[in-house]
């Protein structure tokens, strides 16, 4: 099991390189990110976008394109167009946001012709290196699904399972986190995590332990846990961390960077490819963790 971003990058370096496809490329920090990653033999980079400013930024950043594949496209649509077909015709298997906003890039991921549709919903998945505990931290959904549904909630979590047992983790602990520990009717999400926990008793949700209702500090903390005389495996161990909706998640996410200076990475899952999309004020190595973690995720076929 990998406990930080540095064994990541150890293992992703190790494994056969990957080709990265980057929609929309002219943006420093995705340049130096995909750099890092290509100097330490982990990527091979596909850059679609306006060739001029790619050429001018690599030339500030000081970085040579000779080894890059360059697709000049000026017009943004266009470019992640081209660059997610690059991934669902199989030419590359990571699909990676610059310089453009979010839903352009998800309209080209989502087209039913040319897209990465597959039988999921596609949902952001956060990892953060909690150093105080010596371990990752997965965290969903902060990022694409605004009030997820029971069933969209059962997509998420497989979803950040498959990003879990990606890193060594065999049977991920899912924690669904509410406001309070206990099944309240006045509380939808408390009945969701109830639901949820039901089905993967079932079998229904596989690969993992699913437990819910928890608030955050027993699901994270074993003291507090015993503290509320919570007992369940998931209890003070989770791994995975389900949040009710993305302003929670959000919130979370963005304190455990700037309150608690967490290194992080984040990757969109659901489609047939992983995507990495990290938030623009985010750095180049946040980038580079994401670019790792992403290569090692293998493809969903159905």
Request: proline share 3%; net charge positive.
């Amino acid at each position: 099991m990998l406990e930080n971003f540095n064994q990541i990058i150890e293992k992703a370096v190790k494994q056969k390189k990957v080709k990265i496809s980057v929609a929309v490329a002219q943006d420093k920090e995705v340049l130096l990110a995909v750099e890092a990653a290509k100097k330490r033999g982990i990527v091979e980079a596909v850059l679609t976008g306006e060739a001029r400013l790619i050429k001018k930024m690599a030339y500030d950043l000081e970085i040579d394109l000779k080894n890059y594949e360059l697709i000049d496209e000026k017009d943004p649509v266009s470019a992640c167009r081209k660059a997610v077909m690059a991934v669902s015709e199989g030419s590359a298997q990571v699909l990676m946001k610059g310089l453009v906003d979010t839903s352009i890039l998800l309209k080209a991921v989502l087209d039913s012709q040319t897209g990465l549709r597959s039988n999921r919903i596609l949902s952001h998945v956060a990892v953060s290196e909690a150093f105080q505990i010596k371990r990752l931290i997965f965290m969903s959904d902060g990022g694409m699904n605004i009030a997820p549904d029971l069933y969209a909630k059962k997509d998420i979590i497989m979803n950040a399972v498959s990003v879990a047992r990606a890193v060594g983790i065999k049977s991920p602990k899912v924690a669904l986190v509410c406001a309070k520990e206990k099944v309240d009717s006045k509380m939808p999400c408390t009945m969701d995590a109830h639901e949820l926990m039901k089905m993967n008793e079932k079998g229904e949700i596989a690969n993992c332990i699913v437990g819910g209702p928890f608030g955050l500090d027993n699901a994270i903390s074993a003291e507090a846990a015993k503290h509320k005389g919570i007992e369940h495996p998931v209890a003070g161990n989770a791994d995975i961390v389900i949040v009710p909706n993305i302003e929670t998640g959000n919130v979370f996410y963005k304190a455990l960077v700037y309150f608690a200076n967490y290194k992080s990475a984040g990757v969109i899952m659901g489609a047939k490819a992983p995507i990495v999309l990290t938030s623009r004020a985010d750095t180049a190595d946040t980038k580079l963790n994401s670019i790792a973690l992403a290569t090692l995720i293998p493809n969903i076929t159905e």
